[in-house]
């Protein structure tokens, strides 16, 4: 256990549906991340938030939404998707002090797939 | 666009040789290099850190940081089969004032008896 956990651990959804992925950390951490991992790519950093801000949003497109009520806490809201967007995400946590980036501890990671 | 390169592999070694693995950044203002190991199935996890240039040894793994070069390195003395796994290597880069991690597409290691 790494002190962050994700629900659900696995998602089939439709493409009109409406869901969303939880992430929950219990490290103390000012950072949260969102990646998405697909097959024979590298990890692809979606969203970041520093001390509850949206600090990096990585072109990503509007189907995907997150939300940060607090330090400890990050979702993703997910709709209508399309099947491309079935992949493994990621949730990770890290320690940010004056700017610099401190290493991450992630996530089981949620398995969404889109049918 | 700031990059991490890495040779997907597999890397196969044999059980108890060293197993090298490389990784090449774009972004000169980097100071924060990272090595996360992801077993197939599972999330990645933090192997070490690097910020200065030489050599950083924790047990059997040494990373190797050469900023003239944009070259990070990860040796595994010693390698087990279960040091078989994804090896990724990730790179704090700039972005709009703030810094990112990017990650390489990770290189596959594969330890045989």
């Known amino acids: 256990e790494t002190g962050v956990t994700q629900t659900p651990r696995h998602l089939v959804m439709g493409m009109t549906n409406k869901k969303s992925l939880k992430c929950e950390q219990h490290?103390?951490?000012?950072?949260m991340y969102w990646y998405k991992q697909s097959a024979k790519k590298p990890l692809e950093l979606m969203f970041v938030?520093?001390?509850?801000?949206?600090?990096e949003n990585n072109s990503v497109p509007s189907r995907f939404s997150p939300e940060c009520p607090n330090s400890s806490h990050l979702f993703l809201h997910l709709h209508t998707l399309q099947p491309e967007d079935s992949a493994l995400y990621l949730c990770?946590?890290?320690?940010?002090?004056?700017?610099?980036?401190?290493?991450?501890?992630f996530g089981p990671g949620t398995r969404l797939t889109v049918t | 666009q700031k990059e991490v390169e890495q040779n997907s592999g597999p890397l196969s070694v044999p059980e108890g040789a060293i197993a090298s693995l490389n990784c090449t950044y774009s972004?000169?203002?980097?100071?924060?290099f990272f090595w996360y190991r992801q077993y197939s199935g599972k999330s990645p996890e933090l192997i070490m850190f690097?910020?200065?240039?030489g050599d950083k040894e924790d047990g059997r793994f040494t990373a190797q940081l050469n900023k003239a070069s944009q070259y990070v390195s990860l040796l595994i003395r010693d390698s087990q089969p279960s040091d078989s796994a994804t090896y990724l290597c990730?790179?704090?880069?700039?972005?709009?004032?703030?810094?990112?991690?990017?990650f390489g597409r990770g290189t596959s290691l594969i330890v045989h008896p």
């Open positions: 990770a946590s890290s320690q940010e002090l004056a700017g610099d980036l401190y290493e991450q501890y």
């Open positions: 490290l103390g951490h000012n950072a």
């Open positions: 938030y520093s001390l509850e801000e949206r600090v």
């Open positions: 972004d000169r203002g980097s100071q924060s």
């Open positions: 690097i910020y200065s240039n």
């Open positions: 990730a790179v704090e880069t700039s972005s709009g004032g703030s810094y990112i991690p990017t």
